[in-house]
């Protein structure tokens, strides 16, 4: 089964800093790739899909891109507002596997 | 708007069973696969299961291959998750999503809380 890699673990940042978060995919998924935000005690929301399209109603600050098996999930400018766990995707086939989510908090 | 309440969950025995039912509302159910998501007290999301539109397909997740079941009742607009030989590790907050058509989960019920203790 394809693993998925997130890193960093987590990350502190002040409001206003660009940051960057990396997936990495244990073989090709193409671009099957979703990036999911997880506030403390809430449900996961669906930021992006097909690794780069902004899923409807997300902020254009947050962005995402693929090289190869690399995505990446980049905040322009970190809000308030953002601080949650991120988690990444594989949707190409079964199974549906996440990375293990990248914490992010404000510094 | 879309909504998916999941129910079902509790405090069941190591070894016991337990059905899930995610009842879904606001759009054309018998058109999307339904996943199955868990969230372990403090962990990551782990995928769980998949089922069809239709379902007549469904994949599961290694973990809990043989031992969980999901199904679906389109005329009732409830997807279900049969979980049978219970393990403590098992306990998490399970989550129903709805397939978008084109592979990612969009929304998610609020979760269920199933908790396998002695």
């Known amino acids: 089964d394809i693993q998925m890699t997130q890193s960093p673990s987590s990350l502190s940042a002040s409001v206003g800093d660009s940051v960057t978060i990396t997936c990495r995919a244990s073989q090709g998924v193409y671009n099957y790739l979703a990036w999911y935000q997880q506030k403390r005690g809430r449900v996961p929301k669906l930021l992006i899909y097909a690794a780069s399209t902004l899923q409807s109603g997300v902020p254009s600050r947050f962005s995402g891109s693929r090289s190869g098996t690399d995505f990446t999930l980049t905040i322009s400018s970190l809000q308030p507002e953002d601080v949650a766990t991120y988690y990444c995707?594989?949707?190409?086939?079964?199974?549906?596997?996440f990375g293990g989510g990248t914490k992010v908090e404000i510094k | 708007q879309v909504q998916l309440v999941e129910s079902g969950g509790g405090v069941v025995q190591p070894g016991r069973s337990l059905r899930l039912s995610c009842a879904a509302s606001?759009?054309?159910?018998?058109?999307?696969?339904m996943h199955w998501v868990r969230q372990a007290p403090g962990k990551g999301l782990e995928w769980v299961a998949v089922?069809?539109?239709?379902?007549?397909?469904?994949n599961y997740g290694d973990s809990v291959k043989g031992r969980f079941f999901t199904s679906r009742d389109n005329s009732k607009n409830t997807a279900y998750l049969q979980m049978n030989s219970l393990r403590t590790e098992d306990t998490a907050v399970y989550f129903c999503?709805?397939?978008?058509?084109?592979?990612?989960?969009?929304?998610w019920g609020q979760g269920t809380l199933v908790t396998v203790s002695s």
């Open positions: 606001g759009f054309n159910f018998s058109d999307f696969g």
């Open positions: 089922v069809s539109y239709d379902g007549t397909h469904k």
């Open positions: 999503a709805k397939d978008t058509g084109a592979g990612p989960f969009d929304p």
């Open positions: 995707q594989k949707y190409n086939s079964a199974p549906f596997t």
